[in-house]
């Protein structure tokens, strides 16, 4: 409701990311006095199949593509194109894939995926507000390197995103 006493027109943020969302406020004219908030408990994809009416549940709106740069700037580089569905690990899709996202002997020494060793470290070049937030340990642990690179272990994708396996990284990353 604005000032006025108008209605404003409906903003639909169904299945946006966090950042999005909280853009969506942060933009709002200061006349908007009021906001209705529709919250919803079930799982993303029952959510979608009621906004849109599919609920045939099997939807090929779920496949997201992601794009991996192997090696950039090497003489090996590679690019491969890999369909996944939406809300996927990116390391486990990665690794289920053939594709490594550990340099040197972290390959075979690395955690699994359990975000302990801090060693899957990939640069999310395009699509960086299809995928999670940073949690403060990710953010802690890659503090001295660009805002792209991400924990392949801990990063979601939600939509199209291209990453690049062993970006450069700064001396004080001893993890690598």
């Given amino acids: 409701v604005m000032e006025n006493g108008q ?15 909280m853009s969506a406020f942060a933009t709002l ?20 199949e009621l906004c849109t009416g599919d609920a ?3 939807a090929d709106s779920d496949t997201i593509t992601i794009t991996v740069i192997q090696n950039k700037g ?4 590679a690019v491969r194109t890999i369909s996944a569905p939406s809300g996927c690990n990116v390391r486990q899709v990665l690794v289920d894939n053939g594709i ?11 955690c699994k995926g359990k975000q ?9 070049a395009e699509g960086g507000p299809n995928t999670n937030r940073k ?18 272990c801990v990063t979601f994708a939600y939509g199209d995103v291209t990453v690049e396996t062993f970006p ?3 001396a004080a990353q001893w993890t690598r």
């Fill in 135 to 152: 949690s403060m340990d990710e953010a802690s642990t890659l503090r001295e390197n660009p805002d792209g690179y991400r924990l392949s």
């Fill in 100 to 110: 490594n996202v550990y340099q040197s002997v972290t390959r075979w020494t690395n």
């Fill in 29 to 48: 004219d200061k006349t908007v006095r009021e906001v209705d908030l529709v919250f919803f408990r079930g799982t993303k994809e029952e959510l979608k």
């Fill in 7 to 21: 209605e404003g027109t409906p903003i639909s943020l169904i299945g946006a990311p966090f950042d999005t969302v």
């Fill in 74 to 77: 090497s003489k090996d580089e």
């Fill in 116 to 124: 302990l060793c801090g060693t899957c470290i990939v640069n999310v």
């Fill in 168 to 170: 450069p990284i700064k």
């Fill in 56 to 58: 045939s549940g099997g």
